[in-house]
């Protein structure tokens, strides 16, 4: 995937970061058709959620184009979006949602603990979460990229960060921050992490570190929120398959949002969902991704 040749997208809102605010966005981009008829099995989390009328959902509040708060405080971008059309087929609509800032060290902890009953916050699948969550997908396949200043051309690759000298930013809790760690030299000094990665890129703004590092998505959104300052090194070096993170061992409500995946990307919503958000900066939607049944 060459991501040169991605469109160019308008300015993305004024990043807003919190690991505790919650909030309600009544917006909603595509409009998920709200199922009022629907029935579940007495007992069952859909069937709870439906009779409350309520859902609680982790996302991120300052990620470009998969989950960030823009200036009128309502929360946009493709996550979000997958979200509503969970809720949607739940029978709540998005109004009845409320938003919870989930970064990514957080994010099994707020599951475990009860705090919101998904999330969709550009989560990486893999067996060491699934000891501790439950997951449904993955509805995206990221890989893993670096970004650096525009007019660098000392790093090429997460080779070029072997010299043991290179700082590279991440998030604490993150895949891309232990996957980046085999490329280092000295990772102790190398690495910095912080909460957000909006903290990365005002590191790197700032020559605080050399480069950042996360999903080439995610990098994206952050590209162009900088007005041209960063760039794209365009080598991907891992898949990261995103999943909604759910309680471990609730299998029949991971089945329904594998379900829920799968009617939306033939009926047309997931496609209207990434336009609506990612798509503006990478217009081919993708196809979802074959779902990790187990």
Do not use: H
Not at 36 to 41: P, Q, R
Not at 168 to 176: F, I, L
Not at 209 to 220: F, G, P, Q, R, Y
């Amino acid at each position: 995937m060459m991501i040169r040749k991605l469109l160019a997208a308008t300015a993305v809102a004024a990043l807003a970061v919190g690991t505790a605010a919650c909030g309600s966005s009544g917006s909603s981009t595509t409009a998920p058709k709200v199922d009022k008829a629907v029935k579940f099995e007495a007992g069952t989390t859909m069937d709870k959620l439906n009779k409350a009328q309520k859902i609680t959902v982790g996302t991120k509040f300052d990620q470009p184009l998969f989950g960030q708060k823009n200036l009128k405080g309502d929360l946009v971008g493709f996550d979000v979006e997958i979200a509503k059309i969970v809720a949607a087929k739940l029978g709540v609509p998005a109004d009845k949602i409320t938003w919870v800032a989930t970064p990514s060290k957080v994010r099994e902890e707020v599951i475990e603990q009860g705090k919101v009953d998904f999330v969709v916050a550009t989560y990486t699948i893999n067996d060491k979460r699934k000891q501790r969550v439950g997951f449904a997908g993955p509805y995206y396949v990221a890989g893993q990229d670096i970004m650096v200043n525009k007019d660098d051309t000392s790093i090429t690759g997460p080779d070029s960060l072997r010299d043991g000298v290179k700082k590279v930013c991440s998030v604490t809790g993150s895949t891309p921050a232990e996957k980046i760690k085999t490329f280092l030299k000295d990772p102790a000094k190398q690495l910095v992490l912080f909460d957000v990665y909006s903290k990365c890129a005002d590191a790197l703004k700032n020559k605080q570190v050399d480069a950042v590092t996360t999903d080439n998505v995610i990098l994206l959104g952050l590209i162009d929120a900088s007005g041209g300052k960063f760039k794209l090194i365009d080598q991907p070096f891992t898949q990261e398959p995103y999943g909604i993170g759910l309680k471990k061992g609730d299998d029949k409500f991971r089945a329904f949002i594998n379900d829920t995946l799968e009617a939306a990307a033939k009926n047309g919503d997931y496609e209207k969902a990434w336009k609506a958000t990612a798509g503006k900066v990478k217009p081919q939607a993708p196809k979802l991704p074959v779902l990790d049944r187990y």
